[in-house]
């Protein structure tokens, strides 16, 4: 038998990929604006570039052509005015896997972006660039189809005439779009969608004054805001801060963060930092990839002037692009063992939070996708230190896991401490101020004043309406406090002047300054009617509207006197009068005896004035509106502060008898705490050393010591804790009563005004109990009076933790 020759073997593999690779690059789960962002990235880069070569574009521009239906022949198309490039430069850009050498100051990072982006969504995908210095543009037509039946890469070179020639850029144009993504781009709100998640990504760089750059956005000749942040004390407002016992002292509600680390050899080639003493890369070998990459974490954080579910937490950027945005991960704790314990916000039943800020860590490697930044380069760990500090953010949960508190000064540990509270431990003159707070009651209407700073209505430039807000609570609350040396039930001396004495809105009645007497004139007319004084009510003034009819009222709410002109007779306690600009004036005597009752306040007369006016109005038209109904609407919609929800209260007294605990026990000093451990039985010693290990307290016997243990107890074993040593709970230790300092004429008598006190106070902590630990659905189907007395019950209970 003769063999038959075997065929030579080649020499190299061909293992260039076959052309259907790039249509599949568009199977890759990329959202439409993120496809368009990889597009805009690049764009950007090539005005960095320009600017770090010395040639920065003046007036940089973006411009996104999307289609508005989804007829044939639709584009897709983004424009820039940047530097352009040269036509190899435009071959190696439009390669799948190519990307520049510097990994360290472009948005643009794995090569595959644009590739990624065009094929997800559409099938012909044409690029044109010129540089000021060309005579033509350069393009090049990639088609996935011909390409495929050619079998190749090739491609040819396009040229066309510039009208201008001084124009340059570079335009990428996408046609024969798939199906699926054309009828989403045909859709108004998925436009709107998109053009929201570009203003997110890019407002670091949409705003004046721009880092690393500023340029103009705009999606179909609509120009794209930078997402502004609506923050205490930044856009011209004071600068707002509170006072905290050392060693924080003034914190600022708007923290800089600014913090430059000695730079670290990075390899280009293989994207890795490197020992501080090596040139050469240990894992390609490289030795010319290496440089010295400098390191910086820079931004701020701050409190935002409303309260929202998701609408808080950091923005984290990589070179002005927006990688994460509203991260809440270091609002919490992770344990050694990998658990998590949420630290923010806890505060609130509601879960609603507002720490803001934006971090920029331009030197922490990314997800291929640009949506997460990679936990596992130690330039992560590093941000993390510097703006979170070590340890837990609750200082008390910090010492128990053997961190100090005392040295933590990062920017987020000092807002922590200052404002994480959403609502007051206890309602005071003053503390919506301290805690730079409006009240929850009025979060709707901050919210709404919100949105009409970012759409950059003058008046709300700065955060003065929401200070107003904050103000008014606390004069309310200052109209109910009694001046020292005033009986109680009196009322507050004349010279206290209407809500603070805070200054009528512009052409709604008088001032608040006295008005100068006339001089006796027999000859002239009787003097003219004092102008009313009157004081606006900013709670309550703000665009209402009821959802049944439509109907909008803009209503502008003042508190004026019995004698006012416009309630026409005394009798009346409130009027709701139209002025001539189509704004309606609410007056409303609060003196009157209606508001002497628990049922019925200035809120509650507004929104019944409003569905009897609405009702009104729809028959005048002949159409249908039950007041009923029109009334119920008008209260969901604005009548949070009356409502009483019995899984709120639950939360609510969970959290206030956890307060009572935690105060109570910073009061102790050790001698007291470990007598008072030693009187607990044994029963009640083991539960809380059981509590302590459950929540992984490092050194249970040490907080035992320092007498830092009653926050441990149960709801039961606290109460019995009160009623054995209630001198532990009083005289400004948790509640300002007094009591070991009672001293009436007789010891009988003071032996009995301490009892009532003690009754009294287990009433009020047994109301607790029972709507902390009460069945969800025996307390849905609870009376209201019983909700209401456990309700006040909290109020009376909550302690001061300051």
């Known amino acids: ?105 472009n948005l643009g990072l794995f090569g595959m972006g644009f590739n990624i982006a065009t094929a997800k969504l559409g099938r012909i995908t044409t ?16 088609d996935f189809d011909a390409l495929t039946r050619n079998g190749d890469f090739l491609t040819d070179v396009l040229t066309r005439a510039k009208i201008d020639p001084l124009e340059h850029g570079t335009e990428v144009t996408i046609e024969s779009l798939k199906a699926d993504q054309l009828q989403w781009l045909a859709k108004t709100a998925n436009r709107s969608q998109l053009m929201k998640h570009l203003a997110e990504a890019y407002s670091a760089m949409l705003r004046a004054g721009g880092r690393p750059l500023e340029f103009s ?133 509601r879960r609603l939070g507002r720490l803001v ?49 005392t040295i933590n000064t990062s920017p987020l540990f000092k807002l922590y401490q200052a404002f994480r509270r959403s609502s007051p431990y206890k309602k005071v003159p003053g503390c919506y101020k301290k805690l730079l707070l409006v009240p929850p009651e009025h979060n709707a209407q901050a919210s709404k004043m919100a949105e009409k700073f970012r759409a950059g209505d003058p008046i709300y430039s700065t955060d003065a309406k929401w200070w107003e807000l904050v103000e008014e609570a606390d004069s309310e609350l200052l109209k109910g406090a009694v001046p020292p040396g005033q009986p109680p039930g009196t009322n507050p001396p004349p010279s206290a002047g209407p809500a603070g004495n805070q200054p009528p809105l512009p052409g709604f009645g008088g001032t608040t300054s006295p008005i100068p007497a006339a001089k006796p004139n027999p000859q002239a007319q009787p003097p003219a009617a004092p102008v009313p004084i009157r004081s606006a009510i900013r709670a309550l003034t703000q665009e209402y509207r009821e959802t049944s009819t439509g109907q909008t009222y803009n209503i502008r709410a003042f508190e004026v006197s019995a004698t006012d002109p416009d309630l026409v007779d005394p009798k009346h306690p409130w009027r709701l009068k139209a002025d001539p600009s189509g704004v309606f004036q609410f007056l409303v005597n609060p003196s009157h005896a209606i508001f002497q009752s628990a049922t019925m306040t200035p809120l509650d007369a507004l929104l019944t004035q409003l569905a009897w006016a609405i009702t009104d109005y729809q028959r005048s038209i002949k159409a249908t509106a039950d007041f009923d109904v029109v009334l119920a609407n008008l209260r969901e919609a604005y009548g949070a502060p009356s409502k009483i929800d019995s899984i709120a209260l639950s939360t609510s007294a ?149």
């Open 127 to 142: 690029v044109w660039t010129a540089r000021p210095t060309d005579g033509e543009w350069t393009g090049v037509r990639i």
């Open 217 to 349: 956005l705009s999606v179909n000749s609509y120009k794209v805001p930078g997402h502004q942040q609506c923050v205490w004390g930044s856009n011209g407002s004071p600068t707002r801060e509170v006072i905290l016992p050392p060693p924080l002292g003034t914190v600022s509600a708007f923290q800089a963060v600014d913090v430059s680390l000695p730079p670290r050899p990075f390899c280009q080639s293989c994207w890795q930092w490197l020992a501080a003493t090596l040139s050469e890369c240990p894992t390609c070998g490289e030795t010319g990839s290496v440089v010295s990459r400098t390191r910086r974490v820079h931004g701020w954080l701050g409190v935002q002037r409303y309260l929202h579910e998701a609408e808080f937490g950091i923005d984290f950027l990589r070179n002005g692009r927006k990688i994460e945005v509203k991260s809440k991960e270091l609002f919490d704790w992770t344990n050694p063992d990998g658990s998590v314990e949420k630290e923010y916000p806890i505060d609130d039943h």
């Open 654 to 802: 969970a959290s206030v008898l956890s307060a009572i605990g935690r105060t109570v026990s910073k009061e102790l000093d050790a001698s007291e705490g470990a007598a008072l451990f030693k009187e607990l039985t044994e029963p009640e010693q083991n539960e809380i050393i059981g509590k302590m290990v459950t929540r992984q307290v490092s050194s249970p016997k040490s907080l035992i010591g320092e007498g830092k243990f009653l926050e441990f107890a149960s709801r039961q074993t606290l109460i019995k804790i009160f009623s054995r040593f209630p001198e532990l709970f009083f005289d400004g230790r948790c509640w300002e009563d007094s009591f070991s300092t009672l001293d009436l004429p007789t010891a009988a008598a003071t032996e009995q005004a301490k009892g009532e006190r003690v009754r009294y106070y287990s009433g009020l902590l047994l109301d607790a109990l029972w709507l902390a630990e009460c069945d969800p659905s025996a307390l849905a189907e609870a009376s209201r009076p019983r909700l209401l007395r456990s309700a006040l019950a909290l109020e009376l209970l909550t302690p001061d933790e300051d």
């Open 1 to 105: 038998m003769t063999a038959v020759p075997t065929p030579a073997q080649p020499a190299k593999f061909n293992l260039q990929p076959h052309p259907r690779i790039l249509p599949m690059l568009g199977e890759i789960n990329l959202p439409q604006w993120r496809c368009i962002a990889e597009l805009v990235d690049n764009s950007i880069d090539g005005f960095l570039r320009a600017q770090r070569e010395g040639q920065a574009i003046v007036g940089p521009e973006i411009h996104v052509s999307l289609p508005t239906t989804s007829a044939v022949g639709a584009k897709v198309s983004i424009r820039d005015n940047g530097p352009g490039m040269s036509s190899s430069t435009l071959e190696n850009a439009v390669k799948a896997g190519w990307t520049s050498n510097d990994p360290i100051n």
């Open 357 to 405: 800020g934006e971090i920029h860590v331009d030197h922490c490697r990314v997800s291929y996708m640009k949506d997460r930044f990679e936990r596992t380069d130690p330039a992560w760990e590093e941000m993390l230190r510097i703006v979170r500090g070590d340890g837990p953010l609750r200082p008390e949960v910090a010492k128990s896991k053997q961190f100090d508190p």
